[in-house]
């Protein structure tokens, strides 16, 4: 795939709901960020757009490959990667949590203004 060229930042949001992913998308774009959305962590990392992107958004509980997992592998080639982590899940593990090298954790339905403050510090390189 071609690298993406745009002067709006470039934000992948991941999740298997369409709903999420659509309602992200309308959130964002709103406030200008060009949106890529994903229904699994597989397809986004089939998509090879892991160096054009300034942020990542992925939903904890997916198939296959759960956000932990996901940001673990882009950590891997892209460790300075913000990542935000989002779950309707009550009971994720906390200690997971503490594990993982994120930018944010947000419990759905998602605080659309704490969200966006988290994405605006994490592109801007604010921890």
């Known amino acids: 795939m ?6 709006e930042p470039i934000i992948a949001v991941i999740d298997d709901d369409e709903n999420v992913l659509e309602s992200m998308k309308n959130l964002l774009e709103s406030y200008g960020y060009r949106v ?4 699994s962590a597989t397809a986004f990392l089939a998509d090879e757009v892991l160096f054009d992107i300034e942020c990542l ?11 932990f997992e996901l940001q673990l592998r882009v950590g891997k080639d892209c460790p300075r990667l913000p990542v935000i982590l989002i779950t309707a899940r ?3 593990n906390v200690s ?10 947000f419990q759905k339905p998602l605080d659309s203004s704490a969200l966006l ?9 604010v921890p």
């Open 2 to 7: 071609e690298h993406l060229t745009s002067s």
């Open 96 to 105: 997971n949590i503490a594990a993982v090298n994120n930018r944010g954790f």
């Open 90 to 92: 009550p009971d994720v």
């Open 36 to 39: 890529l959305t994903y229904s």
């Open 117 to 125: 403050q988290a994405i605006a510090s994490a592109i801007r390189g």
């Open 57 to 67: 958004i992925s939903d904890v509980s997916m198939p296959i490959m759960d956000g």
